[in-house]
């Protein structure tokens, strides 16, 4: 950007100001923003853990998807908007409302309370993308343009999530695909409008300190409901006895690798590598829009795993205890693996060697009961932990010495 474009965000109503210390500054209107997600990702875990099956997990991840959907496109906008400007900070605790009302929804999403969290939801996308449209059209108008097609293109999707809502079973959920298939498609095909022209990579010029950070803080939100979950399971005991704090402080281990496989290599990375690329744009998209969607669905199935595990420690496996121990850390690691191949080109070996080691778990499940096969799922994270922090400090120090 030129000092002239500079200037002109620095003196915006309502657009950060670029290229100051500030610019990748999370806002305190961010954080109080994300509270209400607290609430939508303990929804999400107690809809999945009260009905699981192959059609709940479907719904759940329909349900994740839309709600990451929502999250995210609101991070991308703060990264440009200013949330301490008061428009802005008004349309965050708007939003806040009705992300409150959209997680109240979401436990009969596919019932009764599939039209409220489809009214919502549209709500939602197509008026953020408008304000956006509308606050940017002086000082910006090329983005300003970028968010006209984003709002044509959420009434589009929107057609089919209202249409969803009037219909029932099969048809709701058919609808609703294809409305998060037209959610997903449009970055990917530049919110292209006949008349209007398509969006290019160059366009999105975002702050990879920010956009690291705010995603960081959602992986937090789902980590923490992981502990929320193991503490409520185990307050509910009538007995706390010592093996329940052994399988107490596996959980918890559990949970503090996900957090350490996450944030100790691949957090940091992304952040600098987005502040030092020509098209920032196009790797905040693939590793922050697209490939956090499978790290934040593994945690929430993790947690989901734990309340199985603790609930029920002793007995067979059956098949939603299983799927959900082994499924939730595979699930995660791809994830990561997506991320870290984004940012660094490579996939790390150690995840997809955790991979095979969870997968070649399902062997054993005939065998074992939940809190051994929860046990062995930890340990088995553990050591892709302990595997990447060795690789990475021996080719850091490699490098040293080379240098």
Same mark, same amino acid.
């Given at each position: 950007?030129?000092?002239?474009?500079?200037?002109?965000?620095?003196?915006?109503?309502?657009?950060?100001?670029?290229?100051?210390?500030?610019?990748?500054?999370?806002?305190?209107?961010?954080?109080?923003?994300?509270?209400?997600?607290?609430?939508?990702?303990?929804? !999400?875990?107690?809809?999945? =853990?009260?009905?699981?099956? !192959?059609?709940?997990?479907?719904?759940?991840?329909?349900?994740?998807?839309?709600?990451?959907?929502?999250?995210?496109?609101?991070?991308?906008?703060?990264?440009?908007?200013?949330?301490?400007?008061?428009?802005?900070?008004?349309?965050?605790?708007?939003?806040?409302?009705?992300?409150?009302?959209?997680?109240?929804?979401?436990?009969?999403?596919? #019932?009764?309370?599939?039209?409220?969290?489809?009214?919502?939801?549209?709500?939602?996308?197509?008026?953020?993308?408008?304000?956006?449209?509308?606050?940017?059209?002086?000082?910006?108008?090329?983005?300003?343009?970028?968010?006209?097609?984003?709002?044509?293109?959420?009434?589009?999707?929107?057609?089919?999530?209202?249409?969803?809502?009037?219909?029932?079973?099969?048809?709701?959920?058919?609808?609703?695909?294809?409305?998060?298939?037209?959610?997903?498609?449009?970055?990917?095909?530049?919110?292209?409008?006949?008349? !209007?022209?398509?969006?290019?990579?160059?366009?999105?010029?975002?702050?990879?300190?920010?956009?690291?950070?705010?995603?960081?803080?959602?992986?937090?939100?789902?980590?923490?409901?992981?502990?929320?979950?193991?503490?409520?399971?185990?307050?509910?005991?009538?007995?706390? +006895?010592?093996?329940?704090?052994?399988?107490?402080?596996?959980?918890?281990?559990?949970?503090?690798?996900?957090?350490?496989?996450?944030?100790?290599? #691949?957090?940091?990375?992304?952040?600098?590598?987005?502040?030092?690329? =020509?098209?920032?744009?196009?790797?905040?998209?693939?590793?922050?829009?697209?490939?956090?969607?499978?790290?934040?669905?593994?945690?929430?199935?993790?947690?989901?795993?734990?309340?199985?595990?603790?609930?029920?420690?002793?007995?067979?496996? +059956?098949?939603?205890?299983?799927?959900?121990?082994?499924?939730?850390?595979?699930?995660?690691?791809?994830?990561?693996?997506?991320?870290?191949?984004?940012?660094?080109?490579?996939?790390?070996?150690?995840?997809?060697?955790?991979?095979?080691?969870?997968?070649?778990?399902?062997?054993?499940?005939?065998?074992?009961?939940?809190?051994?096969?929860?046990?062995?799922?930890?340990?088995?994270?553990?050591?892709?932990?302990?595997?990447?922090?060795?690789?990475?400090?021996?080719?850091? =120090?490699?490098?040293?010495?080379?240098?």
């Amino acid at each position: 950007m030129t000092a002239t474009t500079d200037d002109r965000f620095a003196n915006s109503a309502c657009l950060r100001a670029r290229g100051t210390a500030q610019e990748g500054k999370v806002a305190f209107a961010e954080l109080f923003f994300d509270l209400v997600f607290v609430l939508t990702i303990i929804q !999400l875990s107690h809809s999945l =853990a009260a009905h699981y099956s !192959l059609l709940g997990l479907v719904e759940a991840a329909m349900l994740t998807m839309a709600i990451w959907w929502v999250w995210i496109d609101t991070t991308w906008v703060t990264n440009w908007l200013d949330p301490d400007k008061a428009p802005v900070r008004l349309l965050l605790f708007v939003l806040m409302f009705l992300g409150l009302m959209l997680s109240i929804a979401i436990p009969t999403a596919f #019932g009764a309370g599939g039209l409220l969290f489809a009214l919502v939801f549209v709500t939602m996308q197509v008026g953020r993308a408008a304000f956006t449209a509308y606050v940017m059209r002086r000082e910006w108008p090329q983005n300003s343009l970028n968010f006209t097609r984003i709002t044509i293109w959420a009434v589009f999707s929107g057609a089919f999530w209202l249409a969803g809502a009037f219909v029932e079973g099969e048809a709701r959920l058919g609808l609703w695909l294809v409305a998060l298939a037209i959610d997903y498609a449009s970055p990917a095909l530049g919110f292209v409008v006949p008349g !209007l022209g398509r969006s290019t990579v160059g366009d999105w010029q975002v702050s990879g300190e920010h956009m690291a950070e705010r995603c960081a803080l959602f992986v937090i939100i789902c980590l923490g409901e992981t502990i929320l979950v193991t503490g409520r399971t185990v307050a509910g005991m009538e007995l706390l +006895d010592g093996f329940t704090i052994l399988l107490l402080a596996v959980a918890f281990l559990s949970t503090a690798t996900m957090w350490w496989i996450y944030f100790r290599f #691949g957090h940091g990375e992304a952040a600098h590598l987005i502040e030092h690329s =020509a098209t920032p744009g196009r790797i905040a998209r693939m590793a922050f829009t697209y490939a956090h969607i499978p790290i934040v669905a593994g945690i929430i199935l993790s947690a989901v795993a734990e309340e199985f595990a603790l609930a029920h420690p002793h007995g067979a496996v +059956d098949f939603k205890t299983a799927s959900a121990i082994i499924g939730g850390p595979v699930v995660f690691l791809a994830g990561n693996i997506w991320f870290k191949a984004a940012i660094r080109g490579r996939s790390p070996l150690s995840h997809i060697a955790g991979i095979a080691a969870l997968l070649a778990l399902s062997v054993a499940v005939p065998l074992v009961e939940p809190y051994q096969l929860f046990m062995a799922a930890a340990a088995v994270l553990f050591g892709v932990a302990l595997w990447e922090f060795l690789s990475l400090k021996s080719t850091r =120090a490699d490098h040293v010495a080379t240098v």
